[in-house]
């Protein structure tokens, strides 16, 4: 039997196959190229052809926004697909594109091979009130649904997940900071599985220097450039997730490898800036955690630029946190320790397998309604 899971972006793709097993799932194929949704049936048609996957018994599809009522993995029904609809409104570059594949599965396999909706939001559907909560209007908050949803998250309990293998002797299920660095960048706060803070929000605009996003800003600034500049909502969204980040800081590039390489004064600021704003942050997730057992990379970024890890941990000795070189020069996209002997907060660069996350879920799911339908006496 093998399970299909499909990771859609605004135009990009991710999709692999397991081989459902007793134990678990067992890794088949995978294919990652662009692909618009428009083009999803003859994407979906080509993977499952060139690798003779038959039998295909359930799909596990990543959906960026689940919001406040879709918080854990489901099998896709009607009113489940509307309201992934309705929250287009909150995630419109990914819960369409997500949609177009999940119909595109749909049509390609028939009705009857359940869809399973997976959300990065769920990780954070139990993030404490403190964590979760603007310090808004209660009514106003109430009204429109203004909270902190927590993204990446299937990224972050995937990295998290792995670690607990490599480390299942942290004491009391482990305190962990993981660190997402990819085109989008966030951090996570774990204890014992469980996520106490993160750093994106409402949107995934909060929180660290992104590729081309800003981060964290003053919204009275935001206020002022209306008034001012006279820019409009649609123009300051743009500002925020097109215009800003590395790319706007540097004015060479929103790609790490680009502006890393510029010898530009703009450029190395722009660096400096990402790893200043994701050291604070492990400055305050420490607090947060009372502590941390570890520290883990994962993303483009995380996994693959040595430079950008020593940066962001640099001068934090004091706190038990500290890199041996050499090991972060050597772990390039590979996993492994990277803490000089004798530290007390270890440093992890653990590449991120949401794949793994969305199959498993998958199984769980389908079990489940398996199992309710032999209790029901269905066939």
Not at 5 to 14: D, E, H, L, Q
Not at 44 to 67: E, P, S, W
Not at 237 to 259: A, C, F, P, W
Request: net charge neutral; proline share 4%; with cysteine.
């Amino acid at each position: 039997m093998t399970l299909l899971t499909v990771n859609a972006g605004s135009s990009s793709i991710r999709l692999a196959a397991f081989a459902r097993e007793a134990g678990g799932q067992r890794l088949l194929a995978s294919h990652h190229g662009n692909a618009e949704p428009a083009r999803a049936a003859a994407v979906l048609r080509a993977f499952i052809g060139q690798h003779a996957l038959g039998d295909i018994v359930a799909v596990a599809h990543r959906v960026v926004h689940g919001g406040d009522k879709l918080v854990r993995s489901c099998v896709v029904d009607a009113e489940v697909e509307w309201e992934i609809e309705r929250l287009s409104t909150l995630a419109p570059l990914h819960n369409p594109p997500a949609l177009a594949w999940l119909r595109a599965c749909r049509a390609l396999l028939g009705a009857g091979i359940p869809q399973v909706a997976v959300f990065d939001t769920a990780f954070y559907a139990e993030l404490p009130d403190v964590a979760r909560t603007y310090a808004l209007p209660r009514a106003l908050a109430a009204e429109h649904g203004l909270r902190r949803f927590g993204f990446h998250g299937l990224a972050h309990e995937a990295m998290w997940r792995r670690w607990r293998q490599l480390r299942p002797d942290a004491p009391q299920g482990g305190r962990a900071i993981s660190l997402q660095l990819g085109a989008g960048c966030s951090i996570t706060a774990v204890r014992a599985g469980r996520a106490v803070d993160t750093s994106m929000g409402f949107s995934p605009v909060e929180g660290l220097v992104m590729a081309t996003r800003s981060g964290d800003v003053d919204p009275g600034l935001l206020i002022y450039l209306e008034r001012t500049a006279g820019l409009t909502p649609q123009r300051l969204e743009t500002l925020l997730n097109e215009e800003s980040g590395l790319r706007g800081v540097s004015g060479v590039s929103g790609d790490m490898r680009i502006v890393l390489g510029s010898n530009e004064p703009a450029a190395r600021l722009a660096v400096a800036l990402y790893c200043y704003r994701a050291r604070k942050y492990i400055g305050a997730y420490l607090a947060a955690l009372g502590g941390a057992d570890a520290i883990l990379f994962g993303g483009g970024v995380g996994e693959h630029a040595a430079v950008v890890r020593e940066t962001i941990l640099a001068g934090m000795e004091w706190c038990g946190i500290a890199p041996d070189p050499q090991k972060n020069r050597d772990a390039a996209g590979t996993e492994g320790c990277i803490s000089r002997i004798g530290s007390t907060i270890e440093v992890w660069v653990i590449p991120v397998n949401e794949a793994d996350i969305l199959a498993r879920e998958a199984m769980t799911v389908t079990h489940l309604c398996e199992t309710n339908a032999r209790k029901e006496g269905k066939p």
